[in-house]
């Protein structure tokens, strides 16, 4: 059963036109994340909320937001996409903070025309 | 801040045999946790260890153990009877125990089993 659920598996936009990646989960975890990953590199938190409180990485650019309108769905959206955002967009989740399993899903590959 | 050092890009092994990754970070924390993540081509990332900081045993899952050598800051994976689908790219990471700590990952490893 699938528990982090990530749509759409691919996405491409045009340089500048606003996108929406979406997760959803099925575990009741109280924090998602949303990370950004580049070819062959580690994953980059972008941000986290912990229930409904958001905290931003403090290099996440302005460009990027997120809104968790209940438990179970966390949006992120690029607002102006830049070639350099091209990437696989993860979300996470774990039942709590510091020293939880993340459960990750199967992520969303973005592509900026 | 921490970092997490994960100095091998590449490793390959023959199935069946044994294969250690190697995992170094620094911290002045004394009580914090580690975890290794395993990232197999075009498959979600999942946990494949973890090992808090404040426990002297080593963490062991099936086929795969820890090495933990607290002093030496050094958390090294070993993977037992290697089999084909252990082939991904596995991350070493470090979180601390704080609030809102987020986990900090070495660049990866990428390992192939061969047949």
């Known amino acids: 059963d699938a528990m982090v659920i990530q749509n759409p598996r691919y996405q491409v936009t045009q340089f500048g036109k606003p996108v929406t990646l979406s997760c959803s989960q099925t575990?009741?975890?109280?924090?998602m994340y949303w990370y950004q990953q580049k070819s062959s590199q580690a994953p980059k938190l972008l941000f986290h909320y912990y229930d409904k409180d958001f905290n931003n990485e403090a290099d996440t650019p302005d460009n990027f937001q997120s809104r968790r309108p209940n438990t179970s769905f966390c949006f992120l959206d690029i607002r102006s996409p830049g070639l350099g955002d091209a990437a696989m967009y993860l979300c996470a989740t774990s039942r709590d903070l510091a020293g939880t399993e993340q459960y990750f899903g199967p992520g969303t590959r973005l592509t900026v025309t | 801040a921490q970092t997490v050092t994960q100095s091998q890009p590449e490793m390959s092994v023959q199935e069946a045999e044994t294969v250690t990754l190697s995992c170094t970070y620094d911290?002045?924390?004394?009580?914090?946790?580690l975890f290794w993540y395993k990232q197999p081509p075009s498959r979600q990332m999942i946990l494949v260890i973890r090992q808090e900081a404040y426990k002297q045993q080593n963490a062991t899952e099936n086929r795969f153990s820890v090495n933990f050598q607290k002093a030496a800051k050094s958390f090294s994976l070993k993977i037992s009877d290697s089999q084909l689908g252990d082939t991904a790219m596995y991350f070493c990471a470090f979180q601390s125990p704080g609030a809102n700590s987020k986990l900090t990952f070495g660049k990866g490893i990428t390992l192939s089993v061969r047949p």
């Open positions: 575990l009741n975890h109280n924090v």
């Open positions: 911290t002045s924390e004394s009580n914090y946790y």
